[in-house]
Structure formats: structure tokens, C-alpha cells
């Protein structure tokens, strides 16, 4: 059963690589990294020790390529980008709100202190410049505006892909863990509306309705959410670590028969 659901599983992503010119050997190539890379976790996870042997056999990967693969360590990091970091701070923490609950103007030395919230490591003018880039800030005459709701990576293809990916493993646990789960309510909400008979004149209309829609729920989420942030709300003999998702997404198409 997990092989058909694989193959359905694989044709969007199949479906993508063929409208950016990738083969299948573009695709196993990239595969035999992601089996290594995931059966090196695996293993850490498990506490058992690593080899090129033991990798060779839980992935199917062959030695001789498990051994080049895992010597090169030619692994991608995976993180989220420092930009959407900053406008999600921005957006939740109490010294950087007005009274509305709402970012406020900041000046460059609280610009400065947001930033040394994020990561110590962040230089102002590097984020100012991505931050402008993407249209997220505006410098004005009292200081720098937070305009964006959140991080959308407009025009780069690599970054928006990057969110593509995490976004993915996270539905793809979610779904996961609720097929696992022996509750009788499973542990996370998991659906999908939708219409296939809408006329293409009033996709503007809808989309702009929607964006608008699920940007103030996103900020309704992100404000409950902070609660519970121990960053943002430390409390003496809590223990955090723990991390919870909320993935919103609308799509229009003119065809309902238009594949992904």
C-alpha cells in the first residue's frame, strides 16, 4: 500500500523537477543524499553508532556511495532563513509592540536589540538590506515599519522552494501521527476545502478576500501561540523544547483540472 501512495506522494515533486529541466538522475542523485542525511539522524536519534556500513544497509544505499556521500558530508543545513526569524519576533514580542498589539516603528537601536533577540551573531545592515529587499521593511523618518504580515520569499525561487520542503515534512508528520494515534479525536486538525465551478473573473476577488482572511488568523495564532513561548514568557519549572505548527495555504487555479 505505502508503494502506490509513494508514487502519489512523488508526482508533484516529480511534476515540479520536469518544469526545471531535472531527470531522474537529478533525482536519484538527490535522493541518495536525503536517504544518507536522514539515516545518519535516524541512527543519532536511535543512539546507535554510525558507519558507512550501517548506512549502506538501513537506506539501500549503496556502499560505495554511501561512503563518498557521508565522507563529503555534502548535506544541505537545514534552517529556517534569519529574515522570517526577525519579522516573526517582531510580530510577537511584547518590546517591540504598541499598545495595540501591533509592531511598532523601531529605531535603529531597537531595531539593533530585536535583532540581538533573534541570534547575537545578526548584523543590522545584512537584515536591512534582505528585509528591504523582499519589501518586509520601510525605512521612515522616525525609524524602520515592519509592512509584512510575514516572511514570503517574492521572486526567489531557492528560498521558496526551502519552505516548500519544511512545510511538507511537517504535513507529512502531521498526517502521520493522527494514522498512528489512538485517540478518539486525532492530535492534529487536518483538511481541505474546496470549489470547482467558480468563474476565473472572481479568482482576484476570492484570493485577495483569503489572503486577507488568513493573515489576521495567522496573527491570531502567533498571539496565542507566544503564550506558551518560553522565549518570549519564561516561567519558572516549565521545560521547553516542545514545538508546535500551524501551516495555512490558499490556491486558486483557472482549470480545475490544473495539476500542481
Not at 543545513?77 to 504598541?98: A, Y
Not at 502531521?174 to 494515534?181: F, G, L, R, T, W
Not at 467558480?198 to 501561540?225: E, G, T
Request: hydrophobic share 35%; aromatic share 8%; with cysteine.
Amino acid at each position: 500500500m505505502l508503494g502506490r501512495q509513494l508514487q502519489a506522494l512523488l508526482k508533484p515533486i516529480i511534476r515540479l523537477c520536469m518544469r526545471h529541466s531535472l531527470g531522474l538522475h537529478d533525482v536519484l542523485e538527490a535522493a541518495k543524499i536525503t536517504f544518507i542525511e536522514v539515516g545518519e539522524e535516524e541512527l543519532k536519534r536511535s543512539g546507535e553508532k554510525i558507519s558507512v556500513s550501517r548506512l549502506s544497509v538501513i537506506t539501500g544505499v549503496h556502499r560505495k556511495d554511501a561512503e563518498k556521500i557521508y565522507r563529503q558530508g555534502n548535506f544541505e543545513p537545514s534552517s529556517t532563513r534569519l529574515s522570517g526569524k526577525v519579522i516573526s519576533q517582531w510580530r510577537r514580542d511584547k518590546r517591540f509592540l504598541g499598545k495595540s498589539g501591533k509592531p511598532r516603528v523601531l529605531s535603529e537601536e531597537e531595531f539593533s536589540r530585536l535583532l540581538h533577540a533573534v541570534s547575537a551573531e545578526l548584523k543590522p545592515g545584512t537584515v536591512l538590506f534582505d528585509l528591504e529587499r523582499i519589501g518586509a521593511v520601510q525605512r521612515t523618518e522616525i525609524g524602520f515599519k515592519l509592512v509584512a504580515r510575514a516572511y514570503s520569499p517574492s521572486n526567489d525561487a531557492e528560498e521558496g522552494f526551502r519552505m516548500l520542503a519544511g512545510d511538507t515534512q511537517d504535513l507529512i508528520e502531521a498526517v502521520y501521527e493522527n494514522i498512528k494515534s489512538q485517540r478518539k479525536t486525532p492530535p492534529n486538525y487536518h483538511a481541505k476545502g474546496s470549489c470547482d465551478n467558480i468563474s476565473p473573473s472572481d479568482l482576484p476577488k476570492i484570493q485577495k478576500w483569503f489572503y486577507n482572511a488568513c493573515a489576521n488568523f495567522h496573527d491570531r495564532v502567533m498571539q496565542h501561540l507566544s503564550k506558551y513561548d518560553l522565549d518570549l514568557n519564561p516561567k519558572k519549572g516549565k521545560e521547553g523544547g516542545a514545538r508546535f505548527v500551524v501551516g495555512i495555504f490558499t490556491r486558486g487555479s483557472a482549470s480545475p483540472n490544473e495539476p500542481l
